[in-house]
């Protein structure tokens, strides 16, 4: 069992970067898939991306590919995902999860943060 904590997020303009921290609690961290997903106001949750265990695989939801960035820092407990090149459309409350199957859905996850609102203005 892990318990994410999200970090890092704020308001920043459109083209800015930002940087997201999950640190998680659990002895058992290395062994999830890490994964961020976005919820926008009046939209579902979505996948932005997320990272095998042993930080090798990563797979990016085609709206940030080549913008956004996953990693993870097992000694640390930790997972990032380094935002660039934002847009607008970007804003949205982050969720860090953690899953024991290599999901992309949302459904796969059973460990979730609180959250941390991302605002990218115009």
Excluded: H
Aim: aromatic fraction near 12%.
């Amino acid at each position: 069992q892990v318990q994410p904590v999200e970090s890092g997020g704020g308001l920043v303009q459109a083209g800015d970067s930002l940087r997201l921290s999950c640190v998680a609690s659990g002895r058992a961290f290395s062994t999830y898939t890490m994964g961020w997903f976005r919820q926008a106001p009046g939209k579902e949750r979505d996948f932005v991306a997320n990272i095998a265990w042993g930080g090798g695989i990563t797979y990016y939801a085609d709206s940030v590919k080549g913008r956004f960035a996953i990693s993870r820092d097992n000694a640390k407990n930790a997972v990032y995902l380094q935002m660039n090149s934002l847009k607008p459309e970007d804003t949205a409350v982050y969720y860090c999860a953690a899953s024991s199957s290599n999901s992309r859905d949302r459904r796969g996850y059973k460990y979730w943060g609180q959250g941390t609102q991302v605002t990218v203005s115009s």
